[in-house]
């Protein structure tokens, strides 16, 4: 698997596997750091993230389990460097990403925000430095 760069060409593929239109990936990839990881030319998840003051934000993780593995060293690898922790908010019903998420050291932290009347849990990992060794 290979992580790499999202371009705006993988708009499309980016909004299939987010369940959104084209437009709306078109901004995500212009407006934060996002990353797709592909096996034989064929996208199979991406992440998208920010940095706020002391923390780096995973505000979009879609995709195969496995990949999601992948994806999520982009932000922790970032948030190493800069000495920040990471957090993620993920809805309650998606089992595969949050197991993705505690395999790369993310611990959950308690309940977030209700999106379009669905529960999230919050995970963070504190020391990412931790989880690169």
């Known amino acids: ?23 709306v990936m078109a901004d995500v990839v212009h407006d934060r750091t996002v990353c797709v990881a592909e096996s034989d030319e064929e996208i199979e998840g991406f992440v998208g993230f920010d940095a706020y003051e002391d923390t780096v ?11 999601c593995e992948h994806l999520l060293d982009e932000p922790i690898r970032f948030a190493a460097n800069e000495g920040m922790a990471v957090e993620i908010l993920l809805p309650e019903s ?10 790369a050291g993310f611990e959950q932290t308690g309940l977030g925000p209700q999106f379009e009347g669905q529960r999230t849990l919050r995970f963070r990992l504190e020391n990412p430095e931790t989880a690169m060794e």
């Open 1 to 23: 698997m290979r992580v790499r760069d999202a371009i705006e060409a993988d708009g499309g593929r980016l909004a299939s596997l987010a369940d959104v239109p084209t437009e």
């Open 94 to 103: 998606e089992a595969d990403t949050a197991a993705a998420a505690e395999r």
């Open 57 to 67: 934000h995973v505000t979009h993780l879609f995709g195969t389990e496995s990949s």
